[in-house]
């Protein structure tokens, strides 16, 4: 099966997942609103949590600042938790957009995404998320890759790591494609399993590896 994108604004040329970020002339629309708004999705890789403010700019009029699985209510790390916060505002119908999106995702009928984002880190997570955007639908790269790509020491790949799995918006930029030097999987804050469905989804694994797998760090 050849999934076909459905794009409804211009995006990068390669398949890669890809969001667009409000110019800076924008971005004073999307930060002045303060408050964060939320919905669920259900989807094969469990419970999915959307967070965002509302944007004039944005497609579908939210821009995201996370995207996280179920799975990462079991991280022991705050930045990782697939938690609600108190002050957040359940706004289910304002994420239809994104939703929709990723339904078609799981379908197997969209290779790309099309959305206005709000997350922020530090400037080093920043470029490491930036260049997370360039890989390719269906393909994967390493840590060390991404590392030399950056410009960097080969000794500052663990923390290319670290910043690979402090990403906030899970899937849409696609960390899942990271894998380890040796093809092993590696860590997922969403799960190895679910990060597993997720290339299998992508046609770069056949079908689950779950009873020969073997995991690097």
Request: some cysteine; proline content about 6%; hydrophobic content about 40%.
């Given at each position: 099966m050849?999934?076909t994108a459905n794009?409804?604004t211009t995006?990068m040329n390669?398949?890669?997942?890809?969001?667009?970020?409000?110019?800076?002339?924008?971005?004073?629309?999307v930060?002045?609103?303060?408050e964060?708004?939320y919905?669920?999705m259900?989807?094969p890789?469990?419970?999915?949590?959307?967070s965002?403010?509302?944007?004039?700019?944005?497609?579908?009029?939210?821009?995201?600042?996370s995207l996280r699985?179920?799975?990462?209510?079991q991280?022991?790390?705050r930045?990782?938790?697939?938690?609600?916060e108190?002050h957040?505002?359940?706004?289910?119908?304002?994420f239809?957009?994104?939703?929709?999106?990723?339904?078609e995702?799981f379908r197997?009928?969209?290779?790309?995404f099309?959305f206005?984002?709000?997350a922020?880190?530090?400037?080093?997570q920043?470029?490491?998320?930036d260049?997370l955007?360039t890989?390719?639908?269906?393909?994967?790269?390493?840590?060390?890759r991404i590392?030399?790509?950056?410009?960097l020491e080969?000794v500052?790949?663990?923390?290319?790591?670290?910043?690979?799995?402090?990403?906030?918006l899970?899937?849409?930029v696609?960390?899942?494609?990271?894998i380890g030097?040796?093809g092993?999987?590696?860590g997922?804050a969403?799960?190895?399993e679910?990060?597993?469905a997720?290339?299998v989804?992508?046609?770069?694994l056949?079908?689950?590896?779950?009873s020969?797998r073997?995991?690097?760090?």
């Amino acid at each position: 099966m050849t999934p076909t994108a459905n794009r409804n604004t211009t995006a990068m040329n390669t398949p890669a997942a890809t969001l667009t970020a409000a110019p800076a002339a924008q971005e004073k629309t999307v930060h002045e609103t303060t408050e964060i708004i939320y919905a669920t999705m259900a989807s094969p890789v469990g419970e999915i949590i959307f967070s965002g403010v509302r944007s004039a700019t944005a497609p579908g009029g939210v821009a995201l600042t996370s995207l996280r699985m179920g799975a990462w209510k079991q991280s022991r790390r705050r930045d990782r938790d697939a938690h609600v916060e108190p002050h957040w505002v359940l706004a289910q119908d304002e994420f239809a957009y994104a939703i929709r999106h990723m339904q078609e995702y799981f379908r197997g009928e969209r290779t790309d995404f099309d959305f206005e984002y709000a997350a922020h880190g530090t400037p080093f997570q920043e470029r490491v998320w930036d260049e997370l955007k360039t890989i390719p639908y269906g393909t994967t790269t390493t840590y060390g890759r991404i590392t030399a790509t950056l410009g960097l020491e080969p000794v500052q790949a663990r923390a290319v790591g670290g910043a690979v799995g402090s990403n906030p918006l899970g899937i849409v930029v696609p960390c899942h494609r990271v894998i380890g030097a040796n093809g092993s999987l590696t860590g997922y804050a969403g799960g190895l399993e679910n990060k597993e469905a997720l290339l299998v989804l992508e046609g770069v694994l056949p079908q689950p590896l779950v009873s020969v797998r073997r995991f690097s760090t």
